[in-house]
């Protein structure tokens, strides 16, 4: 059995070695003004680079405003043609960067992205969650929203997890549910081509659908990659096994189409305004095709408190239950928090 001596003395190793795991804060970061910032750079994401520094603990410092930056660590480099580089970085000429090992003199504007290499989990998560409520008393309806989102970038792969649900809940008639659950895999094959792995569970009481279980893949490409914007277009294929009220379980082949865009702003007021479209069409059940599509816009109240005004739309060009198209549709405002963000 362990001693005490022994658990105290885990205890402190488990408090301090991080300590001492933490680099020194050498770094430097030239500004506009030529100020000049002494830290230690824990990455840059969406046009901010966060740093950590002695004296002001934790900055965020808008890209636009930095004109060079010298480090005699590695990073991971992420350009706006889609390439990356490693290396240690230094202020070039012109206010370029030059990375160690390259050779090559980058423009500060065409870097999207800062990573350190070997940074932990915790630093390469970002994510969201919000939540809305509704109450009339005059139908005696009551609106619960929930939504969250969480992302993890590695080298050269991300994944990306999704969840929205919204309940009405009527005194008078039957009350309704929508869930949907994504799960995305993405893998870069070359600067701006990419593969993608999908999951998806849903359910729908407006499209009487129970439940619906989907996995499939694609193939895309990042048609723009800059500090303020993303777009990208993907095609591929799924599998889906669907239950539907009143009929047996299905097995059904669909096609893949879709687009996602981003366009954000991440200093004060912080913006971040998403749309995600995606048609799949049967290849098991003529004339049939279904349409996914959201779209987000989140503004920033005070210190990653925002509030979200968001737009849904599921479309079902033959329904299984009826045969005819149905449509759930809907526009939901609520309150959320977001984090390395």
């Given at each position: 059995?362990?001693?005490?001596?022994?658990?105290?003395?885990?205890?402190?190793?488990l408090?301090?070695?991080p300590?001492?795991?933490?680099?020194?804060?050498?770094?430097?970061?030239?500004?506009?003004?030529?100020?000049?910032?002494?830290?230690?750079?824990?990455?840059?994401?969406?046009?901010?680079?966060?740093?950590?520094?002695?004296?002001?603990?934790?900055?965020?410092?808008?890209?636009?405003?930095?004109?060079?930056?010298?480090?005699?660590?590695?990073?991971?480099i992420?350009?706006?043609?889609?390439?990356?580089?490693?290396?240690?970085?230094?202020?070039?000429?012109?206010?370029?960067?030059?990375?160690?090992?390259?050779?090559?003199?980058?423009?500060?504007?065409?870097?999207?992205?800062?990573?350190?290499?070997?940074?932990?989990?915790?630093?390469?998560?970002?994510?969201?969650?919000?939540?809305?409520?509704s109450?009339?008393?005059?139908?005696?309806t009551?609106?619960?929203?929930?939504?969250g989102?969480?992302?993890?970038?590695?080298?050269?792969?991300?994944?990306?997890?999704?969840?929205?649900?919204?309940?009405?809940?009527?005194?008078?008639?039957?009350?309704?549910?929508?869930?949907?659950?994504?799960?995305?895999?993405?893998?870069?094959?070359?600067?701006?081509?990419?593969?993608?792995?999908?999951?998806?569970?849903?359910?729908?009481?407006?499209?009487?659908?129970?439940?619906?279980?989907?996995?499939?893949?694609?193939?895309?490409?990042?048609?723009?990659?800059?500090?303020?914007?993303?777009?990208?277009?993907?095609a591929?294929?799924?599998?889906?096994?669907e239950?539907?009220?009143?009929?047996?379980?299905?097995?059904?082949?669909e096609?893949?189409?879709?687009?996602?865009?981003?366009?954000?702003?991440?200093?004060?007021?912080?913006?971040?305004i998403?749309?995600?479209?995606?048609?799949?069409?049967?290849?098991?059940?003529?004339?049939?095709?279904?349409?996914?599509?959201?779209?987000?816009?989140?503004?920033e109240?005070?210190?990653?408190?925002?509030?979200?005004?968001?737009?849904?739309?599921?479309?079902?060009?033959k329904?299984?239950?009826?045969?005819?198209?149905?449509?759930?549709?809907?526009?939901?405002?609520?309150?959320?928090?977001?984090?390395?963000?």
């Amino acid at each position: 059995m362990m001693g005490k001596p022994s658990i105290h003395s885990l205890i402190l190793l488990l408090l301090f070695v991080p300590l001492g795991l933490a680099r020194p804060k050498t770094d430097v970061v030239t500004l506009v003004n030529k100020n000049e910032v002494t830290c230690e750079i824990k990455g840059l994401n969406r046009g901010v680079l966060t740093a950590k520094t002695d004296s002001l603990s934790t900055v965020s410092i808008r890209w636009r405003d930095v004109v060079g930056i010298r480090s005699e660590y590695s990073f991971e480099i992420l350009l706006s043609d889609g390439s990356t580089k490693f290396g240690s970085l230094s202020p070039g000429a012109s206010g370029n960067l030059l990375v160690a090992g390259s050779g090559d003199a980058i423009a500060l504007h065409s870097v999207v992205s800062l990573t350190p290499i070997g940074s932990g989990l915790v630093s390469r998560l970002d994510g969201a969650v919000d939540f809305g409520y509704s109450f009339m008393k005059s139908k005696s309806t009551t609106q619960m929203n929930f939504s969250g989102e969480a992302g993890y970038t590695a080298l050269r792969r991300s994944v990306d997890c999704e969840v929205s649900s919204n309940y009405v809940v009527r005194e008078q008639t039957e009350s309704t549910k929508r869930i949907q659950a994504d799960m995305n895999v993405n893998q870069t094959l070359s600067k701006n081509y990419f593969a993608v792995a999908l999951g998806q569970f849903s359910t729908n009481d407006e499209l009487n659908l129970l439940q619906r279980y989907l996995g499939g893949g694609a193939f895309g490409r990042h048609f723009v990659r800059t500090n303020h914007s993303m777009v990208s277009a993907f095609a591929g294929g799924a599998y889906s096994s669907e239950h539907y009220t009143d009929t047996e379980r299905r097995n059904n082949a669909e096609g893949l189409v879709g687009f996602n865009a981003q366009f954000f702003r991440l200093y004060s007021p912080k913006l971040d305004i998403t749309g995600d479209f995606r048609l799949w069409p049967s290849l098991t059940t003529t004339e049939r095709f279904r349409i996914d599509a959201n779209a987000k816009a989140r503004v920033e109240v005070y210190k990653n408190l925002f509030v979200s005004f968001s737009f849904f739309d599921n479309y079902d060009r033959k329904n299984p239950t009826t045969a005819l198209p149905l449509n759930d549709y809907g526009f939901v405002t609520s309150d959320g928090y977001s984090f390395n963000r």
